[in-house]
């Protein structure tokens, strides 16, 4: 009997796998599958089913969908046979040969490739072939990827480019600067270390055009991320290594410490708040009474109508007891009052000085982010020395205290000199009342916790019902604002 007679009425499933698709078309999938149907009709057979699986590799052991559903037929006995352009577009590795023949054996389910013929799984010889294909796979693989690997290596300590999509500020091949947008870069990281946040640069670059690399709007990661990448001062990074690189750079290495300064300031300090809120002082009001952090809630009046407003809550969303839930304020007439005492206290004298002065050298807090974070890493290392058994608990908890008290003492200088930075940024020309009415709300929270450390909020007095401030029925005297200056 020939063997298309003996497939005549054989159900055929066709799987078919590209392992990187670079355009997203799919096509290679689809050429693979016309000569899979080509095959199968030359073996008398029908296609009852297909399967693919587009620029997944079948070398990462990542799940398969389309290699799955194809065993799954094959469990059911939806299907007679298997036809694949390639063995290695269906598998690549033995431990998966071995668990296809489990599948495939007991069912009598032939396999049928474009390229290399039939692949009998029914006799040992049969199996060995199949094997030795699936090793040598595996072996190119391999061998590719430690090419590929060395190549790559290669090109970093050469200072060349990594490739891929084109860096903005960056023509095509990374070696040539494109001035138009190098000097957007260069506006994003002079606003953000002038105090400015990161989504209000990418709404302003939005606002007036400017687009990506890729065409797209902004938002704040992008910004951030095509600011602070080390190819800006001409540093190639791979595997955590850097090494110096052939492009010109993109800004001075006076500019680039400028940017890290900005970006750990916050990270430094003690305390760090969020700016990333919808009021001005989320995060700073506290409960006088049991020092409770209070939450802004909608706040029903007397006339029926509702208004945010801070409280104490008893307990927090998951139920557990948080404050003493004894004071409530409303939100409009606080912030009024923090705002005029920051407009007074910033034109005070010793203030003043601080806003004549404020974008002097900034030196003195670059070497003090360099001390701090070394501390960060002398904390670190006697974790590890503890966990490791070199160092006893009595050891650990004298040595620990003594490190954390430094590293707190550095937050807080690190802390002071900041606010002179932060202070200094508001505009040449501008009072500090102008600048304030034109500023965002990150700049605005970012000033607030330059100066503030927290705000307390008392219950209210017999006869605070009489008092007033400005247009607000509100006694000043129940908040206390703790300044950090």
């Known amino acids: ?66 290699y799955e559903a194809l065993l799954q037929s094959i469990k059911n006995s939806d299907v007679d046979a298997v036809a694949v352009w390639h063995q290695d577009r269906l598998l690549r590795r033995t431990i998966d040969l071995e668990h296809y023949i489990d599948v495939c054996q007991p069912l009598n389910v032939a396999t049928y490739t474009v390229k290399a013929g039939q692949l009998d799984l029914t006799t040992p010889s049969g199996r060995a072939v199949a094997k030795t294909l699936a090793a040598w796979a595996s072996y190119e693989v391999e061998t590719s990827t430690d090419r590929v690997k060395a190549a790559k290596l290669q090109a970093a300590k050469s200072g060349l480019p990594s490739g891929g999509n084109r860096a903005y500020g960056y023509e095509q091949n990374g070696m040539v600067i494109i001035e138009d947008e190098a000097a957007v870069v260069r506006e994003a990281i002079k606003r953000f270390t002038s105090g400015d946040s990161w989504n209000r640069i990418a709404m302003d670059f939005n606002a007036r055009g400017i687009r990506t690399a890729k065409g797209n709007m902004w938002n704040a990661i992008n910004v951030h991320n095509i600011a602070n ?201 501008q009072s500090v009342r102008e600048a304030w009415d034109k500023a965002d709300l990150p700049w605005r929270r970012q000033l607030v916790d330059t100066l503030i450390d927290k705000v307390l909020i008392y219950p209210k007095q017999p006869g605070d019902g009489k008092a007033r401030y400005k247009q607000w029925r509100f006694n000043p005297e129940r908040v206390e604002i703790r300044w950090k200056l």
């Not at 020939?2 to 050429?31: K, P």
């Not at 006697?382 to 006893?392: A, D, R």
């Not at 606010?419 to 508001?426: A, D, E, K, Q, V």
Request: aromatic letters at 6%; one cysteine or more.
């Open 1 to 66: 009997m020939h063997r298309t007679e003996y497939m005549q009425n054989q159900r055929f499933a066709i799987y078919c796998r590209i392992s990187r698709d670079r355009v997203g078309a799919g096509l290679g999938v689809e050429r693979q599958q016309e000569d899979c149907e080509s095959l199968v009709q030359q073996l008398g057979g029908t296609v009852a089913v297909s399967f693919s699986d587009n620029d997944i590799s079948a070398y990462s052991g990542k799940h398969r969908p389309g």
């Open 229 to 429: 990448r080390k190819r800006n001062i001409s540093v190639r990074t791979h595997n955590n290594d850097e090494y110096p690189a052939q492009w010109p750079a993109l800004v001075d290495m006076g500019t680039w410490e400028d940017l890290q300064v900005a970006i750990k300031r916050g990270q430094a300090m003690y305390g760090k708040r969020s700016h990333a809120r919808k009021h001005l002082l989320t995060g700073f009001i506290f409960c006088g009474l049991c020092g409770n952090k209070m939450t802004i809630i909608n706040a029903q009046q007397r006339d029926g109508s509702y208004s945010p407003a801070f409280s104490c809550r008893k307990k927090n969303p998951r139920g557990e007891e948080t404050g003493c839930g004894k004071v409530k304020r409303k939100k409009d007439p606080v912030e009024d009052l923090v705002i005029d005492c920051i407009m007074y206290r910033l034109d005070t004298p010793d203030l003043a000085e601080m806003l004549a002065n404020g974008k002097g050298d900034t030196g003195d807090l670059k070497a003090l982010m360099r001390d701090h974070e070394a501390q960060s890493l002398r904390l670190q290392e006697i974790l590890n020395l503890y966990s490791t058994g070199e160092m006893t608990f009595d050891e650990y908890k004298a040595a620990k205290v003594a490190a954390a008290a430094r590293l707190d003492a550095l937050g807080r200088e690190l802390d002071k000199k900041s606010s002179r930075n932060t202070i200094g940024l508001i505009p040449a020309g």
